[in-house]
């Protein structure tokens, strides 16, 4: 009797964890299914034209949210959108991509550019969003001391130009030369006719540095930073003969003539081209001439002096003077 009830649980037992093994089978049965189908359902939601969707598009990185769009494709959007864009243009996603919500769309423009550096011009296209990038795009190398134009940051258009200008700073010197300065010195013992050089003068140099700036090779500005002299001038010594040897002199009246430039004067006995020492008796200057005239011929009157070996011994508003005149010998 025991034996028969133990027989009879066992089997109940067995047929407990059955229901409760189909029980659980049939309920996460049932959970896939409805996910199953809530996804589905989702989805046609997503790719349903006739759904309103909500996107954003960014066209040269100024961003546009859009709402209630039933276009199907990206190229539909854009074309029904209008925003000046063409085949060429580069667009992420594709044209021919579906249209979800939520989706970004990115835009940048093909743009025809015109740039012009170191002396060339050339035609690029692009869809770089600045002029940056632009020539980044065209393989130009720009330094940060470089003019552009229009500046780095700004927008290109469909179709533009850019303007490089080469910039370089350069420091340079220039040298100017320093007159040298002549001393005379006086010897008694030479002749007056004689005239040595005792040092010989030589050009000093003063050297000055500038700050000059180039565009595309050409000086713009020039900026003195300062100068020193690199070599000092020599002061160039003559030695200049004073030692005169006259003849027999004779005392009358000096006048002037009209100006020639020289040290001359009218005689009529010293002979021409000889030489004569003229003293203002008054005051005792006195300046040796050539004889390249004749005259003068008033009364009293020896001779006629230029007007700029008048002025070495006597003012010119004198007029006459009383003088002595000395043949030169030597």
Avoid at 76 to 100: A, K, M, N
Wanted: charged share 30%.
């Amino acid at each position: 009797m025991t034996q028969k009830c133990a027989e009879s649980c066992d089997v109940k037992g067995d047929m407990g964890r059955k229901r409760k093994k189909i029980f659980i089978a049939v309920v996460f049965g049932s959970a896939a299914v409805v996910f199953f189908f809530l996804f589905i359902r989702n989805s046609r939601r997503i790719y349903d034209t006739t759904v309103p969707k909500s996107v954003t598009m960014i066209v040269e990185g100024f961003p546009y949210r859009l709402s209630s769009i039933t276009a199907k494709t990206v190229g539909e959007l854009i074309d029904t959108v209008g925003e000046d864009i063409s085949v060429d243009d580069l667009i992420f996603p594709s044209r021919e991509v579906p249209l979800s919500s939520g989706m970004i769309i990115s835009v940048n423009r093909l743009k025809k550019v015109s740039v012009k550096a170191d002396g060339e011009t050339r035609e690029t296209y692009t869809t770089a969003r600045t002029v940056e990038e632009a020539l980044y795009d065209s393989g130009i190398s720009v330094r940060e001391e470089d003019l552009i134009a229009p500046n780095r940051s700004t927008l290109l258009s469909r179709s533009g130009k850019i303007v490089v200008t080469r910039v370089e700073i350069r420091e340079e010197k220039t040298d100017k030369k320093l007159l040298y300065d002549t001393k005379t010195k006086e010897d008694d013992s030479l002749s007056w006719r004689k005239k040595t050089v005792e040092q010989k003068g030589e050009n000093g140099v003063r050297t000055y540095r500038y700050r000059v700036s180039y565009h595309d090779g050409k000086e713009v500005n020039r900026k003195l930073l300062g100068s020193e002299i690199t070599k000092d001038p020599v002061t160039e010594i003559v030695v200049q003969g004073t030692f005169v040897k006259v003849g027999k002199g004779s005392n009358g009246m000096g006048t002037w003539y009209s100006y020639t430039g020289k040290l001359a004067a009218a005689s009529l006995s010293l002979p021409l081209g000889s030489y004569a020492r003229v003293t203002n008796t008054a005051t005792g200057k006195s300046v040796i001439v050539v004889i390249n005239d004749r005259g003068p011929y008033g009364k009293g009157r020896i001779i006629d002096l230029d007007k700029v070996a008048f002025e070495k011994i006597a003012s010119i508003g004198a007029g006459v003077i009383e003088v002595k005149v000395e043949p030169v010998l030597n």
